[in-house]
């Protein structure tokens, strides 16, 4: 089991969405918390409310997650004020929602930069010291898009597929050299409704329902406190581990008729 309360706890990503959520949730179980965002007014409004609420002052940092200088930079004072982190939430993530076509070679790299890069980065940045003191824990947030590829989706599905195999490999690799008490996390949600994919649909919502942010926070904690190694959301979303052992052609029926691959048709997002 994962204790979080005393614990030093990084979230990237932690301005909105999710990342203020599981703030919050981490925040209420005592948890020394520190706060990575490109959004430094986003931070220090929530900051300060954790304060009003009568949780521990937060540090936060203002941090551009798809500049490795700047991830170095902050890394270097979270160790320098703090020690070590005891736990790191990989959160921060983008999406372009755009064709193929449609996508710039900056807009491809941004997105790899953020969901992909910036895992490596953060991590190499704070494992040796987890390994020095022998205890620590790794969450990759990902995204069932990291298990299936849908249109609109080719840079974010891409990127996220890498997120899976990060969290994977890493995990194989710390329990082949010895380090046990170092576990790691992967969540794999279905669309959630923060506004990072307003617009997209779902077909059938009693089964891939647009899930609701404090449920996916709350849940995403306790799978961390429960060392557990993944957790995908909805659990229909599991149906597509024997789906993959169907022909390509029945697969992609399969999904069509789900309408997984129309979720993204009205997609607006944030800016539109």
């Not at 891939?208 to 904690?221: K, N, S, T």
Request: with cysteine; net charge positive.
């Amino acid at each position: 089991m994962t204790t979080l309360a005393g614990k030093n706890v990084l979230i990237t990503g932690s301005a909105g969405g999710i990342g203020r959520l599981m703030a919050h949730q981490i925040a209420a179980r005592g948890g020394n918390l520190i706060l990575w965002d490109i959004d430094r007014p986003g931070l220090e409004a929530l900051s300060e409310q954790l304060e009003r609420w009568g949780h521990r002052a937060a540090t936060y940092h203002q941090c551009d997650l798809s500049d490795p200088d700047d991830i170095a930079d902050n890394a270097r004072r979270v160790l320098a004020d703090h020690g070590g982190v005891d736990v790191l939430i990989n959160n921060a993530g983008i999406v372009s929602g755009k064709p193929l076509l449609e996508l710039t070679d900056e807009a491809i790299r941004r997105t790899f930069d953020i969901n992909t890069l910036a895992l490596f980065r953060t991590t190499r940045c704070f494992l040796p010291g987890m390994i020095a003191r022998g205890h620590g824990h790794i969450v990759t947030i990902a995204s069932a898009g990291g298990l299936i590829g849908v249109p609109r989706m080719t840079d974010y599905s891409a990127s996220k597929f890498a997120a899976v195999g990060f969290d994977e490999s890493l995990r194989a690799e710390l329990k082949r050299l010895g380090h046990r008490r170092i576990h790691t996390t992967v969540v794999c949600p279905y669309y959630i409704n923060t506004g990072m994919f307003r617009g997209v649909k779902t077909r059938f919502p009693f089964l891939l329902p647009i899930m609701e942010p404090d449920d996916v926070a709350r849940r995403i904690v306790g799978a961390i406190e429960k060392d557990h190694a993944r957790l995908i959301l909805p659990p229909f979303v599991l149906a597509l581990y024997p789906t993959r052992l169907l022909p390509t052609g029945l697969f992609d029926w399969v999904v069509s008729f789900f309408g997984i691959n129309n979720t993204m048709d009205d997609f607006k997002g944030r800016g539109g």
